[in-house]
């Protein structure tokens, strides 16, 4: 049929009216469809998301209703977020992995933290991932297990977006743009650590003996609370009070984080806040203590000013590599503190606290200290690398805590990665011996009494040695004299007299056949290196006598040059030199082994006056015997012979005490874990020994 004009105009619009319902009902029905898809899905919500404002007083976060009704914002609000502040708090006291932050917290004030997972970088979201895969299997067993499958279809997805023109790049940019947007975070282990640096100062310190109360820090990873503290809710976070100074706290989460710090006010009693010093990190504690395992300090010696500890061995490798290595760089600092002192109570965990606070610290803001000398060195169970510290400068008799600490810091001197703050160690107990105090005008040799007069402290006639060049295993005090010279002058004047000594020694070894064939010589089982190793081990112990002050008490001891005068004059009174000639002699007198030194030399050059050695221990004469030829004809005295009392002593396990002295001896407890085997081993040894030496002295 033809038509009209009219009719066609008509038949046009009727079509376009129809094209448009139909585009305008599908539009509805794909609104309609998402808004089906959203009720019946599970209900996602994106904690980071939800304002930090939002009411949920009458229910849960389960109750909140739909994503939808959570992002929904009325557009005639009053005032949009930004004037009421949305996220301040986030904005405030940003923490960054492993970089510390640090503040003051005054009193009765809580200081809020907030650390955001989206800071960290693409490839630690990939290591997270990677942490939480089975436990059973390594990274790469797993990377390996996947590549193969993942490149096979790498393959085939590339060939197929390559015929759709597209590019796996861009695909794989688009997709983990979309994930993040979507807010997909795998769950962290995160390391939040932190210390108190300062703490409030008492008004009056002579009453307030208790410091100030610790710190408490409190954790959020929900948006219900974003300033955790001790107003909030107590449901939605975690509370923790600081130990001396430290804490440490570690968590999963896959949210932002939310710290606050809380000082409590104790205004009436300790003026000025506290200080901190707080980090958090994905790889390790930043800020960390260890108290609870044995002491990796280990006290040597001391004499009245001064104190000689070191570490156990850093390394049991043989590889001389690694342990130049280690000679070469010393991990450790040190603090010492006078036990009466208060000053380091409340942060004896703390780094920063111990480096403020403690009387003497080998670095205090990164310097060292000249009342501290460290250095490496092999001496002592197996001659492994270990960290040596010698202070100086402390009181006579008094008792000190030695504190290890270490820190974790890049060649360029950064402490911005894990461990970077410090981790302290349990403290190591040790004491100095006696010296008197000489009260004298500056200037003046005369002893005064003025209150003006200076107070000037005497070493005694004890006075340690140690890095000497052929007794290198000495590092102990030794008989001196304030008058004879300094400690390197004392340590020269032993170290001489031993290598002279040894020098002879070894004059005569030279006329043994020590490179004659095995069956020639004068042992199957020891050979003349034995024989010089055992004599320079005995020779160093029995020429440097270990020495104690005259005034201890303990029964190990050795009363030594007991005729001699003390290097200020005085002398022992009679009713002293009665009771010991009572105790060790005929009742009358005393034998020369007390009223001498062992070496004539000794009271000849040093005059040291009365002191009490520390015996050789029995075990080096009988090794002695056992390593070198009949011919040298050594010997040693027998327990209950003549003799043995004054010359040695058994070693045998004590807490602490150095009962006898031997190359390396230290002052070891009995109840540290690391040496329970190798004090276990010595016994079953020493006793072999001691059977092996009665037989060849025939006295089985």
């Known amino acids: 049929m033809h038509l009209g004009p009219l009719h066609s105009r008509l038949a046009a619009s009727f079509i376009a009216l129809s094209l448009l319902v139909v585009f305008h009902i599908t539009l509805f029905s794909l609104d309609c469809a998402l808004a089906a898809e959203l009720e019946d899905a599970p209900p996602i919500l ?48 940003a923490l960054i992995n492993n970089e510390a932050f640090q503040l003051n917290v005054r009193q009765g004030d809580t200081e809020r933290f907030v650390f955001k997972l989206s800071q960290l970088s693409e490839r630690q979201l990939q290591v997270a991932s990677l942490e939480l895969r089975d436990e059973e299997h390594t990274w790469e067993d797993q990377d390996e297990d996947e590549d193969e499958a993942k490149e096979d279809e790498k393959e085939e997805d590339n060939a197929d977006l390559s015929g759709k023109g597209l590019d796996r790049d861009s695909v794989d940019l688009n997709l983990a743009s979309a994930e993040q947007k979507l807010g997909k975070r795998q769950p962290r282990r995160l390391f939040l650590s932190a210390n108190t640096c300062l703490q409030p100062q008492a008004f009056n310190a002579t009453k307030t003996t208790q410091p100030p109360p610790q710190l408490t820090l409190y954790v959020s990873t929900s948006t219900d609370n974003v300033e955790p503290g001790p107003g909030a809710d107590s449901n939605s976070q975690v509370s923790m009070v600081f130990n001396e100074g430290a804490i440490m706290y570690n968590f999963t989460t896959t949210t932002d984080v939310y710290v606050g710090v809380h000082a409590p006010n104790v205004a009436e009693i300790f003026d000025k806040p506290y200080n901190i010093k707080i980090a958090i990190s994905t790889d390790g504690y930043y800020y960390s203590y260890n108290v609870d395992d044995d002491a990796d300090l280990i006290w040597v010696d001391s004499d009245s000013q001064g104190a000689l500890l070191i570490t156990h061995n850093l390394t049991d490798s043989n590889d001389e590599k690694e342990q130049q290595r280690i000679m070469n760089t010393p991990p450790y600092v040190m603090f010492a503190q006078d036990k009466s002192d208060p000053s380091i109570n409340g942060v004896k965990y703390s780094f920063c606290g111990l480096e403020q606070n403690a009387q003497i610290a080998t670095t205090k803001d990164g310097k060292y200290s000249n009342m501290v000398q460290t250095g490496m060195t092999k001496r002592g169970q197996g001659n492994f690398p270990k960290q ?22 890049t060649d360029t001197g950064s402490p911005n990665l894990v461990g970077g703050g410090g981790h302290v160690y349990k403290a190591t107990n040790f004491q100095t011996k006696s010296g008197k105090l000489l009260s004298r005008n500056p200037g003046s040799s005369q002893v005064g009494t003025k209150a003006q007069e200076l107070i000037q402290a005497d070493h005694g006639n ?12 000495v590092a102990y005090s030794v008989p001196s004299n304030p008058n004879f010279g300094n400690a390197s002058v004392l340590a020269k004047f032993y170290d001489d007299y031993a290598a ?43 020429t440097i006598p270990r020495c104690e002050d005259f005034s201890n008490n303990a029964s190990y001891l050795h009363p030594r040059a007991m005729s001699q005068p003390f290097p200020d004059g005085e002398r022992l009174d009679n009713a002293t030199m009665s009771l010991y000639a009572e105790n060790y002699g005929d009742g009358k007198v005393l034998g020369k082994a007390f009223l001498q030194s062992r070496s004539s030399r000794i009271d000849e050059f040093i005059k040291p006056g009365p002191y009490k050695e520390v015996l050789p221990c029995d075990y080096l004469c009988y090794r002695l015997v ?12 027998l327990p209950g012979q003549k003799g043995f009392n004054s ?23 009995s109840g540290s874990s690391r040496d329970v085997v190798s004090v276990g081993l010595t016994i079953v040894v020493l006793v072999l020994w001691r059977c092996w030496s009665f037989c060849e002295l025939g006295r089985c």
């Open 46 to 93: 994106l904690l980071d998301d939800v304002d930090s404002d939002l009411d949920v007083s009458q229910g849960s976060v389960s109750d909140l209703g739909s994503p939808l009704d959570q992002m929904y914002e009325p557009e005639f609000a009053a005032f949009d977020r930004s004037i009421i502040g949305r996220d301040q708090v986030r904005d405030t006291n």
């Open 388 to 409: 040596q510290f010698f202070f100086s400068g402390l009181k006579p008799s008094t008792s000190y805590l030695g504190i290890l600490a270490k820190t974790n810091v």
């Open 462 to 473: 004890c006075n340690i040695v140690l890095n000497l060049t052929f007794c290198d295993q």
């Open 500 to 542: 002279e000594a040894y020098g002879y020694f070894k004059k005569a070894l030279a006329q043994v056949a020590c490179e004659a064939p095995v069956t020639q010589r004068y042992s199957l089982t020891r050979n003349c290196s034995d024989c010089e190793a055992a004599y320079k081990d005995w020779l160093c112990s029995v």
């Open 626 to 637: 056992q390593s070198c030829p009949s011919s040298m004809g050594f010997g040693c005295p």
């Open 647 to 669: 010359s040695y002593y058994i070693k045998n396990e004590t807490n602490g005490e150095v009962v006898c002295n031997y190359p390396g001896s230290a002052h070891i407890f």
